[in-house]
């Protein structure tokens, strides 16, 4: 079984950075997506950044240029990496892990979620 542990969410003001990680514990045999998506009360939980097995990144355009993703394969840990934030950043963010645990089964799992509030 996989589990994920998030850490970095607070409170921080306006203009400010925050980084978040999630590290993966378990039987990994390969990582095929790593994701950080975000949802506020009433919305969709919306996807914030994505990185690819062969390194592809995403950005939602809402967060280009002021966040970034990163990963640590052999540490099976996703950073990111958050700068210039501002109030509607406010969210609870969680981590998505998209792997394979064996040669034929890919499972998706997700982090327990940390709340980012920016505010003054």
């Known amino acids: 079984q996989v589990q994920l542990v998030e850490s970095g969410g607070g409170l921080v003001q306006p203009g400010g950075p925050l980084s978040l990680s999630c590290v993966a514990s378990?039987?990994?045999?390969?990582?095929?997506?790593l994701g950080w998506y975000r949802q506020v009360p009433g919305k969709q939980r919306e996807l914030v950044a994505g990185?690819?097995?062969?390194?592809?990144?995403n950005y939602a355009d809402a967060v280009k240029g002021r966040f970034t993703i990163s990963r640590d394969n052999a540490k099976k840990t996703v950073y990111l990496q958050m700068n210039s934030l501002k109030p509607e950043d406010t969210a609870v963010y969680y981590c998505?892990?998209?792997?394979?645990?064996?040669?034929?089964?890919?499972?998706?799992?997700w982090g327990q979620g940390t709340q980012v509030t920016v505010s003054s």
């Open positions: 998505n892990f998209q792997v394979s645990v064996t040669p034929i089964r890919h499972s998706d799992y």
């Open positions: 378990g039987t990994i045999l390969s990582i095929l997506f």
């Open positions: 990185i690819t097995s062969d390194g592809s990144i």
